[in-house]
């Protein structure tokens, strides 16, 4: 399985520069770099500045499948240990995301209609927020994932019901934008998105905070 894990990775890795080597020559000499909320580009570059940009993604790729797993030996919980293999997997999810927005720039800088689908783009943050919910319920407390609050960071209990109810929102968050990125039109799934990633977002944050302050309540002062 984790043989398995690695080919996939460095696959996912590699493959992006492999798309855009064999769709060098198709490529125009000036390509859409930057794209408005309608999918419309609003700049344009050359090949060189989309190859820079493919590596710098490339690079980002395996620095987060290679260091994103070993970041629990510098973190100072005790518990941090305990989420390596959770991290890896994360760091596995990480580098998917990463590799899929290689190939969606490539690619619409390729299409002969140079636009933006923006939906494509969302339904695969969607399919990424339902990967991390269901991670975010076994992960223990550590300084580099999850919901780092000062009360959470502070209280294993509070980081477990946080998470726990993180991981509900953010899954279904995630499936939720999922359906609606093949069902609105691109002007709206962008709002949609961020409406959406903001309440499951800020909903834990809120209720962290409210067994927070319960717990002072609750705890005799000296």
């Given at each position: 399985?984790?043989?398995?894990l690695n080919l996939t990775a460095w696959v996912a890795v590699?493959?992006?520069?492999?798309?855009?080597?064999?769709?060098?020559?198709?490529?125009?000499?000036?390509?859409?770099?930057?794209?408005?909320?309608?999918?419309?580009?609003?700049?344009?570059?050359?090949?060189?500045?989309?190859?820079?940009?493919?590596?710098?993604?490339?690079?980002?790729?395996?620095?987060?499948?290679?260091?994103?797993?070993?970041?629990?030996?510098?973190?100072?919980?005790?518990?941090?240990?305990?989420?390596?293999?959770?991290?890896?997997?994360?760091?596995?999810?990480?580098?998917?995301?990463?590799?899929?927005?290689?190939?969606?720039?490539?690619?619409?800088?390729?299409?002969?209609?140079?636009?933006?689908?923006?939906?494509?783009?969302?339904?695969?943050?969607?399919?990424?927020?339902?990967?991390?919910g269901n991670y975010m319920f076994n992960l223990k407390p550590?300084?580099?994932?999850?919901?780092?609050?000062?009360?959470?960071?502070?209280?294993?209990?509070?980081?477990?019901?946080?998470?726990?109810?993180?991981?509900?929102?953010?899954?279904?968050?995630?499936?939720?934008?999922?359906?609606?990125?093949?069902?609105?039109?691109?002007?709206?799934?962008?709002?949609?998105?961020?409406?959406?990633?903001?309440?499951?977002?800020?909903?834990?944050?809120?209720?962290?905070?409210?067994?927070?302050r319960q717990k002072q309540k609750n705890t005799p002062q000296?």
């Amino acid at each position: 399985m984790k043989r398995l894990l690695n080919l996939t990775a460095w696959v996912a890795v590699l493959a992006p520069g492999a798309y855009l080597i064999n769709s060098w020559n198709n490529l125009p000499d000036k390509v859409p770099m930057h794209f408005d909320f309608q999918g419309n580009p609003d700049r344009f570059g050359s090949k060189t500045e989309l190859l820079t940009m493919v590596i710098i993604l490339t690079l980002m790729a395996a620095a987060m499948y290679l260091f994103f797993p070993l970041i629990y030996k510098i973190d100072p919980k005790k518990s941090a240990p305990e989420n390596k293999t959770r991290l890896k997997k994360l760091g596995f999810a990480i580098t998917l995301l990463l590799s899929f927005i290689s190939f969606f720039i490539i690619h619409s800088s390729q299409s002969g209609s140079i636009s933006l689908n923006a939906n494509f783009l969302v339904a695969g943050m969607g399919a990424f927020w339902c990967i991390l919910g269901n991670y975010m319920f076994n992960l223990k407390p550590n300084y580099f994932a999850g919901m780092r609050l000062p009360w959470t960071l502070h209280d294993e209990e509070n980081w477990k019901e946080t998470h726990r109810l993180a991981g509900k929102l953010w899954f279904a968050g995630g499936i939720l934008i999922l359906l609606l990125a093949f069902l609105l039109p691109s002007r709206v799934v962008l709002i949609v998105f961020i409406s959406i990633t903001m309440i499951i977002t800020f909903i834990p944050m809120a209720y962290s905070y409210m067994l927070y302050r319960q717990k002072q309540k609750n705890t005799p002062q000296p």
